[in-house]
C-alpha cells in the first residue's frame, strides 16, 4: 500500500476515540515487527524515526526497510520523523520519502516555539508531508536505569500544556497534530505517572488539530485509556519495545551454551517477545481493526 501522511489518521482516530500508534523503530527488526503485526490486526500505524538510527548512511539503509515493510503491507503507513530540533534535519527525511514529520521547538518560549514550528509547516506542507509540534514540554528522560532514571513528576507542573495558549498556537503555526504534555515523560519510570485528565479534556475541547501523547511506555493502561478516551489520538512508543527485545535476549545470551550460534537463531525469541509488545499496543489503543 502507498505511504500517508498523519491527517487522514489521525482524524479518523479522533472521530472514533481510539489512538493511532507510532512506534518508534532503530532497525530492520523493529520496522517488520511493527509494520507486519499491524497488518495482521488490520490497524493503521505510524513508523517513527530517531535522529541517532539515521545519521549519515543510516538514513538510506532505514528508509529503504521502511519503504519495503509498508509497500507489502495493506494497511495504512506513515513515515515519521520524530523529534526533529532544526529545519536541515526535517529537509533531509522530506527528500528521502518521509510523509510526516516533527518539529519540537518544546523548550523553546512561546514565541519562538509558534516561529519555529510555522517554519517547519512552511518546508513541509507544499510536499504533502504532515507537521506535529510539541506544546509545553514532555522530558527527557530517555535514559534507561539508575541515576539516569525517570524520578517521577513532582516539579513537572510548569511544562504542561496550556489550554488557554492551544488555539493560538495551532492557528498562528498551522500544524496538523499537536503533541501535549499532561504528566508523562519520555524513557523509564520508576513512578508511574499521574496523568491530567482534565487538562487533557480542556485541552480536546480548544484544540483544533488532533493531539499527540509522547512517552507512552510505562504509562498505566487505564491512564491510557483515559486519555484516549477524552481525545489523544496518537500515542508514541519505545522503550517498552526495547525492554521486550533487550530482556528476551539477555535470557537467551545467558543460556547459550555455544557462543557461535547464528544470529537469525538467537533472534527468534527477543523479536517474538517484540511483536508481542507491538501487538499488546495495538489492541490496548483500540486501532485494531480500523483499517
Same mark, same amino acid.
Given at each position: 500500500?502507498?505511504? &500517508?501522511? =498523519?491527517?487522514?489518521?489521525?482524524?479518523?482516530?479522533? /472521530?472514533?476515540?481510539?489512538? &493511532?500508534?507510532?512506534?518508534?523503530?532503530?532497525?530492520?527488526?523493529? $520496522?517488520?515487527?511493527?509494520?507486519?503485526?499491524?497488518?495482521?490486526? /488490520?490497524?493503521?500505524?505510524? !513508523?517513527?524515526?530517531?535522529?541517532?538510527?539515521? +545519521?549519515?548512511?543510516?538514513?538510506?539503509?532505514?528508509?529503504?526497510?521502511?519503504?519495503?515493510?509498508?509497500?507489502?503491507?495493506?494497511?495504512?503507513?506513515?513515515?515519521?520523523?520524530?523529534?526533529?530540533?532544526?529545519?536541515?534535519?526535517?529537509?533531509?527525511? $522530506?527528500?528521502?520519502?518521509?510523509?510526516? %514529520?516533527?518539529?519540537?521547538?518544546?523548550?523553546?518560549?512561546?514565541?519562538?516555539?509558534? /516561529?519555529?514550528?510555522?517554519?517547519?509547516?512552511?518546508? +513541509?506542507?507544499?510536499?504533502? &508531508?504532515?507537521?506535529?509540534?510539541? !506544546?509545553?514540554?514532555?522530558?527527557?528522560?530517555?535514559?534507561?536505569?539508575?541515576?539516569?532514571?525517570?524520578?517521577?513528576?513532582?516539579?513537572?507542573?510548569?511544562?504542561?500544556?496550556?489550554?488557554?495558549?492551544?488555539?493560538?498556537?495551532?492557528?498562528?503555526?498551522?500544524?496538523?497534530?499537536?503533541? &501535549?504534555?499532561?504528566?508523562?515523560?519520555?524513557?523509564?519510570?520508576?513512578?508511574?505517572? %499521574?496523568?491530567? $485528565?482534565?487538562?487533557?479534556?480542556?485541552?480536546?475541547?480548544? *484544540? #483544533?488539530?488532533?493531539?499527540?501523547?509522547?512517552?507512552?511506555?510505562?504509562? #498505566?493502561?487505564?491512564?491510557? /485509556?483515559?486519555?484516549?478516551? @477524552?481525545?489523544?489520538?496518537?500515542? @508514541? $512508543?519505545?522503550?517498552?519495545?526495547?525492554?521486550?527485545?533487550? *530482556?528476551? =535476549?539477555?535470557?537467551?545470551?545467558?543460556?547459550?551454551?555455544? =557462543?557461535?550460534?547464528?544470529?537469525?537463531?538467537?533472534?527468534?525469541?527477543?523479536?517474538?517477545?517484540?511483536?508481542?509488545?507491538?501487538?499488546?499496543?495495538?489492541? !490496548?489503543?483500540?486501532?485494531?481493526?480500523?483499517?
Amino acid at each position: 500500500m502507498p505511504l &500517508v501522511n =498523519m491527517k487522514e489518521m489521525l482524524e479518523d482516530a479522533r /472521530k472514533h476515540k481510539y489512538a &493511532v500508534p507510532m512506534f518508534d523503530v532503530s532497525d530492520h527488526a523493529m $520496522i517488520r515487527a511493527a509494520v507486519e503485526v499491524a497488518d495482521d490486526e /488490520k490497524s493503521p500505524v505510524i !513508523l517513527g524515526a530517531l535522529e541517532p538510527d539515521i +545519521a549519515g548512511d543510516g538514513l538510506d539503509y532505514w528508509i529503504a526497510c521502511a519503504k519495503m515493510a509498508a509497500g507489502n503491507a495493506k494497511v495504512p503507513v506513515c513515515i515519521h520523523l520524530d523529534h526533529a530540533t532544526t529545519l536541515a534535519q526535517i529537509e533531509r527525511v $522530506i527528500a528521502k520519502g518521509f510523509t510526516s %514529520v516533527m518539529l519540537d521547538a518544546s523548550a523553546e518560549d512561546f514565541t519562538e516555539n509558534v /516561529k519555529r514550528s510555522a517554519e517547519a509547516v512552511g518546508i +513541509a506542507k507544499s510536499k504533502g &508531508v504532515t507537521v506535529e509540534a510539541e !506544546l509545553g514540554h514532555v522530558g527527557d528522560g530517555i535514559a534507561g536505569s539508575g541515576e539516569n532514571a525517570v524520578t517521577g513528576h513532582e516539579d513537572a507542573a510548569d511544562t504542561l500544556t496550556e489550554p488557554a495558549k492551544v488555539r493560538e498556537f495551532v492557528e498562528k503555526t498551522g500544524v496538523d497534530a499537536l503533541a &501535549v504534555a499532561i504528566g508523562t515523560t519520555h524513557g523509564v519510570y520508576v513512578k508511574a505517572p %499521574v496523568l491530567d $485528565i482534565e487538562r487533557m479534556k480542556e485541552i480536546n475541547r480548544i *484544540s #483544533p488539530v488532533p493531539l499527540v501523547l509522547h512517552g507512552g511506555s510505562g504509562t #498505566p493502561e487505564d491512564q491510557l /485509556k483515559n486519555a484516549i478516551a @477524552n481525545g489523544i489520538c496518537k500515542i @508514541n $512508543i519505545y522503550s517498552e519495545l526495547l525492554n521486550a527485545w533487550n *530482556s528476551s =535476549m539477555k535470557d537467551v545470551l545467558n543460556g547459550l551454551k555455544n =557462543m557461535s550460534t547464528w544470529p537469525s537463531v538467537i533472534r527468534i525469541k527477543p523479536d517474538a517477545a517484540l511483536r508481542e509488545a507491538v501487538r499488546g499496543k495495538i489492541r !490496548l489503543f483500540g486501532s485494531n481493526g480500523k483499517a
